[in-house]
T-cell receptor, first 116, second 114 residues
Framework: AQTVTQSQPEMSVQEAETVTLSCTYDTSESDYYLFWYKQPPSRQMILVIRQEAYKQQNATENRFSVNFQKAAKSFSLKISDSQLGDAAMYFCAYRSEGTNAGKSTFGDGTTLTVKP | NAGVMQNPRHLVRRRGQEARLRCSPMKGHSHVYWYRQLPEEGLKFMVYLQKENIIDESGMPKERFSAEFPKEGPSILRIQQVVRGDSAAYFC????????????FGSGTRLTVV
């Protein structure tokens, strides 16, 4: 079974600065997908960014980018120019491609605080 | 596009009662997933359904919990004879298919068992 580990329960960043959230995963599969989701205090889960394992190029969505290291099974999220609205809990998630495709496995989350 | 609709938003039940949580997936999405989130914890997979079929229920407790996604109508997560340990936020998500499609989540149902 796949596992997802987020080793930083809490992180903080100064507004306008850059922060990196860590995520590692364990899998024996070669094809899969990785995601970062954001859960603000409203509790609404929002997809932030996705990465296909077969792509070497790191995904980027505006101020959000990932550092995907397939060999190391690492998938970190970088938030540039942090804004107050980025404060939330961030979840890393893994989704299979093969026979067990469908469900996603989530990490336990990292709570990000943005200081003005 | 209304997104994923979950209701009720909050549900209070006494121990021993039944809880029914509803989820209408996003238009065009045929895959539905239920997750449970305990306070200050991550999301734990419960069940994955497509229309009229349970695809994966490996995360669902064997007793008291059941889920369905009928041909017509919303997906239902049913918890019979609730206990205090069932108190949690239950999230429904949908996707158009598997693969690199991320989930669209509902706002969740917070179940409190008193």
């Amino acid at each position: 079974a796949q596992t997802v580990t987020q080793s930083q329960p809490e992180m903080s960043v100064q507004e306008a600065e850059t922060v990196t959230l860590s995520c590692t995963y364990d899998t024996s599969e070669s094809d899969y997908y990785l995601f970062w989701y954001k859960q603000p205090p409203s509790r609404q889960m929002i997809l932030v960014i996705r990465q296909e394992a077969y792509k070497q190029q790191n995904a980027t969505e505006n101020r959000f980018s990932v550092n995907f290291q397939k060999a190391a099974k690492s998938f970190s999220l970088k938030i540039s120019d942090s804004q107050l609205g980025d404060a939330a809990m961030y979840f890393c998630a893994y989704r299979s491609e093969g026979t067990n495709a469908g469900k996603s496995t989530f990490g336990d989350g990292t709570t990000l605080t943005v200081k003005p | 596009n209304a997104g994923v609709m979950q209701n009720p938003r909050h549900l209070v039940r006494r121990r021993g009662q039944e809880a029914r949580l509803r989820c209408s997936p996003m238009k065009g999405h045929s895959h539905v997933y239920w997750y449970r989130q305990l306070p200050e914890e991550g999301l734990k997979f419960m069940v994955y359904l497509q229309k009229e079929n349970i695809i994966d229920e490996s995360g669902m407790p064997k007793e008291r919990f059941s889920a369905e996604f009928p041909k017509e109508g919303p997906s239902i997560l049913r918890i019979q004879q609730v206990v205090r340990g069932d108190s949690a936020a239950y999230f429904c998500a949908s996707s158009p298919r598997t693969g690199n499609y991320g989930y669209t989540f509902g706002s969740g149902t917070r179940l409190t068992v008193v």
